[in-house]
């Protein structure tokens, strides 16, 4: 599995926008990103993920660097609510659905 | 649909003591899974099931058996409880396996004295 780099911990102000960054330089070709968020209290809840184009959805967008080394997911506006742990999670079809989380980024949302 | 359920949300339990965490999906997924979550630290995969009657192991199986007697079903069972195994579990579950977007329940908190 490709390693990945993450902050411990990132601050932003509601609605205001929030970029949340991720290093997987040992990424191979065939890898995925995956982004899943925890709330407190829950279960991991997915996100967005991607292969080579940035990709968007209702929740959040996702920029895949060139050369793919590295990704940053982009919540347009924070709310209250998006205050979670972030995991960035690289994962190909030789692993089938076996993810691996690391220790992910804190996000604190300020009113 | 109710999704991913998981029953018990809490248990505490002795050292030595045997029980089983309960999981369900109504959503006809394939691929289930059982994760463990210690403080501050991420999860990690415990066994998953590519469908009915198929299991295997992940990363930390140690300690815990599972069966996947139906697609709907897939219970964890602690055979002797050990302190180290305290921790919250957590089920989860998608369509089929390599499908990107999954399902997680809202996790079991098990202690164990």
């Known amino acids: 599995d490709a390693k990945t780099t993450q902050p411990n911990s990132m601050e932003s102000n509601e609605e205001e926008p929030v970029h949340l960054p991720c290093n997987h330089s040992t990424i191979s070709g065939t890898d995925y990103i995956h982004w899943y968020r925890q709330l407190p209290s829950q279960g991991p809840e997915y996100v967005i993920h991607g292969l080579t184009s940035n990709v968007n959805n209702r929740m959040a967008s996702l920029a895949i660097a060139e050369d793919r080394k590295s990704s940053t997911l982009i919540l347009h506006r924070a709310t209250l609510r998006d205050a979670a742990v972030y995991y960035c999670i690289p994962s190909d079809e030789t692993s089938g659905s076996r993810l691996t989380f690391g220790e992910g980024t804190q996000l604190t949302v300020n009113p | 649909n109710a999704g991913v359920t998981q029953t018990p949300k809490f248990q505490v339990l002795k050292t030595g003591q045997s029980m089983t965490l309960q999981c369900a999906q109504d959503m006809n997924h394939e691929y289930m899974s059982w994760y463990r979550q210690d403080p501050g630290m991420g999860l990690r995969l415990i066994h998953y099931s590519v469908g009915a009657g198929i299991t295997d192991q992940g990363e930390v199986p140690n300690g815990y058996n599972v069966s996947r007697s139906t697609t709907e079903d897939f219970p964890l069972r602690l055979l002797s409880a050990a302190p180290s195994q305290t921790s919250v579990y957590f089920c989860?579950?998608?369509?089929?396996?390599?499908?990107?977007?999954?399902?997680f329940g809202p996790g079991t908190r098990l202690t164990v004295l």
């Open positions: 989860a579950s998608s369509y089929e396996v390599g499908e990107s977007e999954q399902f």
